[in-house]
């Protein structure tokens, strides 16, 4: 009788998608990491476009107004370089040597007088075009385990036109004119647009910046984070939009096609006019699947920059992380071989207000410790720096996620409490269009006759359906570990791309 | 329990989904571009609150279906996968969140505005030229564009450097404005990307940028630097042949034939020499 009721009430508000519970209480994550401010130059905007430690140790950091600063030993702030055009990526290069991608270029910033201040700005690669266009930013550089180094192009916004005067030749494909991009009548545009070489792809720098630049993967919109993962993985994610359901993980492949269209212009030979117009199946069938979702709303909705955990954090070295714009959270990727394709599960971490959102920038110092540079550019964001140091014990986590032949393996830094365990298990996927995001659908709830080990950190989740190009959450809401400590990031959400 | 029991309990409480819920759901979808007392990339929950305090089926129906309404914002993307009760939940989450707030004023200065250091260098979008821009302060009151993207001086003016503030406040939806007078200026040729690349540039003791670059095979050094009341632009180019320049009426050179507008420097002229650019 009541389910009955309930159902018909259900039934007449049209099914709406159920909200995400309230968060657990985050007293846990403060308890176990501890995070402070760390001091940034006085009177800058201090929005974080690049964050990197130097090999000698000190942070490096390149901020919102083109200024790159050095933190000395004894925390004293020194400049290193300015007058940058959004610099959004850093990397060390040897002694006295940056990198940095602006928006314009990817520059090596040199010291070749010793003084602590670059004295030579020397263009790398500049083959890229820019309209002008407020969303053409430029990520990276990753340097690849083949020396080369590797940056990730925007497309551009139909928020805004185009400048009247271009750098690169102007792609004819597309249903809006130049003359009318530069009236700012973007229309029919797409939402997101290339029409000057490279944008959305990813670029390939051979010889460490100074050899030929090539088109490595098509198929990004607004590729942020770009990385490498201790095992030699290119991984590159994208924020949720237009053919975008969800935030993907792309672990890109040379010559990859990764799921937003209009950089297919810029691919070897292409002769099948504009990709936007291309029927769905058959981009569906070009593209490379992401290995890892970042959930929207749930979990990520604007990912950025991935790290890889370093020795001192114990479990989880070699592990990677990422950073998230909307949320007072990171994100860890554990990633897998299965089937050839490398996939995983993304776990919420540091899950608490007080590392506030807007986290741009990751990495780590020498000692181990977590430093978080934020940025907004007008969306929501923060600024600042905030260091998280490696703890001397990991709280109760989530250590890994294994997808076997049967189900899920879920292994814990601590020995669980059984009778607090009680996982929640669905699958759901996006969908793969033009439209801006995606509910969740082909949504199935799945139940699991699980069973902890012996020794209480090895939980085992067999499963009838496991489904290829599904996010398969597994959710330990409440879990506790024996002594009483709460499970901290209690979520898993895989992407299978192969269950075998 | 079996799942068809828990799946309509769970939409029923969306259905009824409480402020606690609306205010998640505003975190969620909502909070990166509207703040509730400020307008960010989209309007203030205390705007939006006006426009919709008594029509919750029209926020319903914008929501759904956003068309673009505000000059120079832009428009927001469809939240038609909320549904309605969940849209409803987050409407009287925005009423009750700007509930008693004032509008804060949008910040309409440069907090960290400071003259310029002078000489400066700054990249950035500018009026005019390409994208690809370097502005210079120099010693004095002169200011000008060299476009990495033609490699070429395109830009002088004379007073305070720039106004960047409308793109320091952004994600870079603005273009810097020149602070002054511009008196030399050259029109636009994206024909000479092809026939140049930009090497970068050295900055001197005194700051002052060296801009390197090759055009037609021949490398580049070109300094600019403040003479009377116009610019010395000093060259050092290394050219197997000789060199032949187009140059402006104000523009004079230290060596070489000119024909008409054309400069012709051989090799050995080309090692060294000024043009000087003269402004009133």
Not at chain 1, 148 to 165: C, M, P, Q
Not at chain 1, 225 to 231: K, N, S, V
Not at chain 2, 120 to 127: A, G, K, N, T, V
Not at chain 2, 201 to 230: C, H, M, N, W
Request: overall charge neutral; charged content about 20%.
């Amino acid at each position: 009788m009541i389910p009955t009721l309930l159902f018909l009430a259900a039934a007449a508000v049209a099914a709406p998608k159920k909200p995400a519970p309230a968060k657990a209480a985050t007293e846990g994550w403060d308890k176990a990491f501890a995070m402070t401010k760390v001091e940034t130059p006085a009177g800058i905007d201090d929005q974080v476009g690049g964050l990197a430690f130097l090999e000698d140790g000190r942070l490096a950091v390149a901020f919102h107004r083109g200024e790159v600063f050095i933190r000395q030993t004894d925390g004293s702030w020194k400049q290193f370089a300015e007058g940058l055009h959004e610099p959004l990526g850093l990397l060390p290069d040897g002694p006295g040597a940056l990198l940095v991608m602006q928006r314009p270029e990817l520059t090596r910033l040199e010291d070749t007088d010793g003084d602590g201040k670059a004295d030579r700005y020397r263009t790398l690669w500049d083959g890229f075009g820019m309209t002008g266009n407020y969303h053409e930013f430029a990520f990276g550089p990753a340097r690849g385990p083949d020396g080369a180094l590797y940056v990730s192009l925007n497309l551009a916004s139909s928020g805004a036109g185009v400048f009247k005067e271009l750098r690169g030749a102007w792609s004819e494909i597309g249903k809006t004119s130049r003359e009318q991009l530069t009236a700012g009548k973007t229309g029919s545009a797409g939402r997101m647009y290339s029409r000057v070489p490279f944008r959305g792809c990813v670029m390939r720098i051979a010889d460490g910046g100074r050899g030929a630049a090539s088109l490595f993967a098509t198929g990004f919109r607004s590729p942020d984070g770009i990385g490498f993962d201790a095992a030699g993985h290119l991984l590159v994610n994208d924020n949720q939009g237009d053919w975008r359901g969800s935030s993907p993980l792309q672990v890109v492949t040379k010559g990859s096609f990764n799921g937003h269209p209009a950089s297919l212009v810029w691919s070897a030979g292409w002769e099948q006019g504009d990709p936007i117009e291309l029927p769905v199946p058959e981009l569906e069938k070009l593209r490379l699947q992401p290995g890892g979702v970042f959930v929207h709303a749930d979990l990520s909705n604007s990912p950025t920059q991935p790290a890889v955990f370093p020795k001192a954090w114990g479990p989880l070295a070699g592990q990677v992380v990422f950073g998230e714009m909307n949320a007072a959270r990171l994100v860890r990727f554990l990633g897998e071989d299965i089937g050839g394709v490398h996939q995983g599960a993304m776990i919420p971490f540091l899950d608490t207000k007080t590392l506030r959102n807007g986290n741009h920038r990751l990495a780590f110092a020498p000692d181990g410790a977590l430093h978080v540079g934020k940025t907004h550019l007008s969306w929501g964001g923060n600024n600042g720096i905030i260091r998280i140091e490696a703890p001397q014990t990991l709280p109760p986590l989530i250590e890994t996620v294994h997808l076997s032949a049967t189900g899920f393996e879920v292994r814990f830094t601590a020995v669980m409490d059984k009778a607090s365990l009680v996982p929640a298990l669905r699958s759901y996927r996006y969908k793969y269009h033009s439209t801006y995001g995606s509910p969740k659908v082909d949504e199935l709830p799945q139940d699991s006759a699980w069973s902890l080990s012996t020794d209480g950190k090895l939980l085992t989740l067999p499963l009838k359906d496991i489904r290829e190009g599904f996010v398969h959450e597994i959710k330990l809401a409440g879990a506790k570990s024996i002594d009483g400590r709460e499970l901290l990031g209690p979520i898993a959400y895989y992407q299978v791309v192969k269950t075998k | 329990m079996p799942r068809w029991f828990l799946t309509p309990l769970l939409a029923l409480s969306a259905a009824l989904a409480s402020a606690q819920d609306g205010k998640l759901l505003y975190e969620q979808n909502c909070a990166a571009c509207h703040l509730p007392d400020q307008m960010v990339v989209g309007p203030s929950l205390i705007e939006i609150t006006k426009l919709y305090d008594k029509k919750p089926k029209e926020f319903v129906a914008w929501a759904i279906k956003p068309i673009k309404k505000r000059n120079g914002v832009i428009e927001m993307p469809s939240m038609a996968h909320l549904g309605e009760a969940n849209l409803l939940a987050i409407r009287e989450h925005m009423l009750a969140a700007s509930a008693g707030l004032k509008e804060k004023p949008a910040v309409t200065r440069d907090l960290l505005a400071r003259p310029a250091r002078r000489p400066e260098i700054q990249r950035m979008f500018l009026p005019n030229v390409g994208p690809a821009a370097i502005a210079v302060a120099l010693p004095g009151d002169l200011n000008y564009c060299f476009d990495a993207g033609d490699c070429r001086l395109r830009t002088v003016w004379r007073g305070e450097f720039l106004d960047c503030w409308a793109y320091w406040k952004s994600n870079g939806r603005a273009t810097a404005t020149e602070l002054g007078k511009v008196l030399w200026s050259l029109p636009a040729d994206e024909s000479l990307q092809k026939r140049v690349k930009f090497r970068g540039y050295s900055v001197d003791a005194t700051g002052l940028p060296t801009f390197e670059y090759e055009r037609d095979g021949a490398q580049f050094r070109e300094k600019i630097v403040p003479e009377g009341k116009g610019l010395a632009r000093r060259f050092e180019v290394t050219s197997t042949k000789p060199l032949t320049l187009t140059l402006d009426a104000a523009t004079t050179s230290s060596a070489g034939t000119i024909l008409n507008n054309s400069l012709t420097l051989t090799p050995a002229e080309a090692k060294s020499f000024t043009l000087t650019v003269r402004l009133p």
